[in-house]
Structure formats: structure tokens, C-alpha cells
């Protein structure tokens, strides 16, 4: 791939860097061109100083040929205006940006932009580490119908089949992480000591999930 980015602080030369590392092909675009001394010397790609919703920085920066687009500078509003050009004047698909303001970020969402919005993310993190188990997600969609939980797997449910789990908790296991690796469960896959259950379930059904992951497994 080739993408483009509009902003080259920590975030954005984090990225850049990290994308690189993967073999795709990077343009950083910024209008301070001292930022990109965050890149290193073993940087490859194209460094353009200009701003990110500028038709010729763009075009010099390789739009045409760009494959997604990320904006990562400091502002909200010259994100969302360089995202939408970046969006529906060239017609990138993928295109994130990065939001301050959790509200915007929600109206952006609906909108079509992918958003990250940093501050509400931060906070989410900081809730699910000191919250008990099951209070916050892992993740949760844009509508909020849908979670992804991390649960360390009970005693109680050590030797069950992982098929009985779902249908007991009305959850979908996502993966297991087991023994320091992710392993996609079958019906045949039995719950091991040590498991850690990535479950995905509809928000509604979150507490009848984690009382049946307490109560253990019903008889069959």
C-alpha cells in the first residue's frame, strides 16, 4: 500500500515508521519541517512540508496513487477538513482521522470518516483497567450494540467444550489466547486452565453473560 499522512508528530511518525517497517510505502506530509526529524534517519519515504488539505501538497505527496490516507496532526478541524478532501475529492476509501472532541468524533463516524478519538479512548482504557471485570469493554461499536471482552477463563468452566460456553452465555468467542498464542476455537475445543476468552456479545446481553461465566455450565 501506499499511504499518506498529514501530521508527523509522535503519533504520525509512529505510524509512518511502523508502516514502513511492514513494506508498504509512506508520504508524511507536515507544515512544521522540523517535525520530521521525528522520523529518523532511517526514514524512506517522502517528507512534504505543506498542509494535509492542500490539493497540490497532495498531489505531490502521491494521492493519486495512495491507497488510504490518515490525518494525525493536532487539530480537529484541519483532520476532518483534510480527511474529507482527502475522501471525497480524490476518493480514498480508507481514510482516519484523529478527533479530539468525542462529539464530533461520534458525528464524523455516522458521517462515513473513520475516527479515533483520543481522549474517549484514553479514558476507556483507564476505566477497564481499575473497573471491575465486565464493567468496560474492550471495544464497543459506534452504535453501542456490540462489545468485544477480554475474560480470563473460571474454574468452573475448565474442560467444557467452548461451543457449550457460547451457547450458555449467548456469546461468540472471537479467539483464545492460550499459552501465549491466539487459537480460533471449533466445536470440538475444550476451555483450558490459563485461557483468556475474547468474547463478543450484543450489549444486552452483557450481564446474563458474565452471571453464566460465575454460575459455571448448566447440564446438557
Known amino acids: 500500500m501506499h499511504v499518506l499522512i498529514m501530521g508527523c508528530g509522535r503519533v504520525g511518525s509512529t505510524l509512518a515508521r511502523s508502516l514502513e517497517d511492514r513494506n508498504h510505502t509512506v508520504s508524511v506530509i507536515d507544515s512544521d519541517p522540523d517535525a520530521f526529524r521525528r522520523l529518523g534517519p532511517s526514514f524512506n519515504g517522502d517528507k512534504i512540508t505543506g498542509y494535509g488539505f492542500d490539493h497540490e501538497v497532495l498531489e505531490k505527496a502521491g494521492i493519486r496513487r495512495a491507497d488510504a490516507f490518515a490525518a494525525v496532526s493536532s487539530g480537529d478541524n484541519s483532520n476532518i477538513i483534510a480527511a474529507r478532501v482527502a475522501r471525497e475529492t480524490f476518493g480514498i476509501q480508507q481514510v482516519v482521522a484523529r478527533i479530539y472532541d468525542p462529539g ?117
Not at 478519538?117 to 481499575?130: E, F, G, H, M, S
Not at 468496560?136 to 453501542?144: L, V
Not at 472471537?174 to 485461557?195: H, K
Open 104 to 220: 464530533r468524533a461520534e458525528v464524523y463516524q455516522r458521517l462515513g470518516i473513520t475516527t479515533v478519538a483520543t481522549v474517549k479512548w484514553t479514558a476507556d482504557q483507564v476505566l477497564r483497567r481499575i473497573l471491575p471485570a465486565g464493567a468496560e469493554p474492550d471495544f464497543r461499536d459506534p452504535s453501542g450494540t456490540i462489545r468485544v471482552d477480554q475474560v480470563p477463563v473460571t474454574e468452573v468452566w475448565i474442560g467444557h467444550r467452548t461451543v457449550h460456553l457460547q451457547e450458555q452465555t449467548r456469546c461468540r468467542i472471537a479467539w483464545i489466547d492460550r499459552l501465549g498464542e491466539g487459537m480460533l476455537p471449533t466445536r470440538d475445543s475444550v476451555i483450558q486452565e490459563g485461557d483468556l476468552l475474547h468474547l463478543v456479545m450484543r450489549e444486552e446481553h452483557a450481564a446474563h453473560a458474565y452471571a453464566q461465566l460465575d454460575a459455571g455450565p448448566e447440564e446438557i
